[in-house]
């Protein structure tokens, strides 16, 4: 019974190692160009654009206050340009 007990057990530390690590929501960092400013500025901001029921960042509040993501929007698997094709050199 214990080799069992144990295979359940480590199923679901994988199983919740991965729903953690494929969460939908994305870390992102935040900067302020051209400005000195504090952690604890960036906390306030923070604070006050996150929903206190949802506990989400909008990031328009954000935007607002003058912080700029520095994650990209883009989508991670963008395609490659074809090489454009060019006749021989002579």
Request: hydrophobic share 30%; aromatic share 8%.
């Amino acid at each position: 019974m214990a080799p069992m007990m144990r295979q359940w057990c480590v199923l679901l530390i994988v199983t919740a190692g991965l729903a953690a690590g494929c969460s939908s929501e994305r870390d992102r960092q935040w900067y302020k160009p051209s400005v000195n400013y504090t952690t604890e500025e960036f906390k306030r901001d923070r604070d006050a654009c996150t929903s206190k029921k949802t506990d989400v960042l909008d990031e328009a509040c954000m935007r607002q206050k003058g912080w700029i993501p520095l994650t990209s929007d883009r989508p991670a698997n963008t395609p490659k340009p074809e090489p454009s094709v060019r006749g021989p050199r002579y």
